[in-house]
């Protein structure tokens, strides 16, 4: 989250504290009022500031494998959503959404945990897209949204799976 001329971490973490503290209407307006950091601050941080999610993760897991906290530890892996207003999100569409119960406009992730009694920490996770993302007239959309062309579906199992492969040949 550094560059030669600016540290933006402290905007990393406000949003992912705001994120962590907040039940429902994670928004940036909103986040910046919980966090008490401007809402437009915290948009562009995640839009323009040169971070990287997968050296974020990369680095939690650093972290984790000199901790000896985490010798007898598990792997959870479960899902989350989050409601959307509409089917313009990376990944939006009518599906299951446990935190609401029903199949509703949602956006999920999968995500991979390392817990101890002591300790549970989120270590990887990824967008879970839906197959009708894939579609053949659903191409312009991926790549409105910044979709990698290579991208193809993928099970919620299978993102899991790939998951749990990439912390174990990492180590952890």
């Known amino acids: 989250m550094r560059t030669q001329t600016r540290d933006t971490s402290d ?3 406000d949003y992912l504290s705001g994120l962590l503290r907040m039940e ?3 928004n940036m ?3 910046g009022r919980k966090t008490a950091t ?3 601050n915290l948009q562009h941080f995640i839009s323009n500031s040169p971070w990287s999610g997968s050296d974020l993760i990369t680095a939690v897991q650093d972290e984790i494998k000199g901790h000896p906290a985490f010798e007898h530890a598990i792997l959870v892996l479960d899902e989350s959503a989050e409601e959307k207003a509409g089917p313009h999100s990376a990944g939006a ?9 029903k199949i509703e406009m949602s956006q999920v992730g999968v995500f991979l945990s390392l817990v101890t009694p002591q300790v549970n920490t989120w270590i990887d996770g990824e ?7 894939f579609e ?7 790549k409105t949204v910044g979709l990698p062309a290579e991208l193809t579906f993928q099970k919620k199992p299978e993102l899991g799976w790939e998951m749990a492969q990439r912390v174990r040949a990492r180590s952890i």
């Not at 569409?93 to 119960?101: A, I, S, V």
């Open 29 to 31: 307006a909103n986040i």
């Open 136 to 142: 053949p007239d659903q191409a312009e959309k991926r």
């Open 93 to 101: 569409g009518r599906q299951h959404n446990g935190r609401l119960g």
């Open 24 to 26: 429902a209407k994670r």
């Open 11 to 13: 905007y990393g973490l």
């Open 127 to 133: 967008l879970y897209l839906p197959a009708h993302w």
């Open 38 to 40: 401007p809402g437009q």
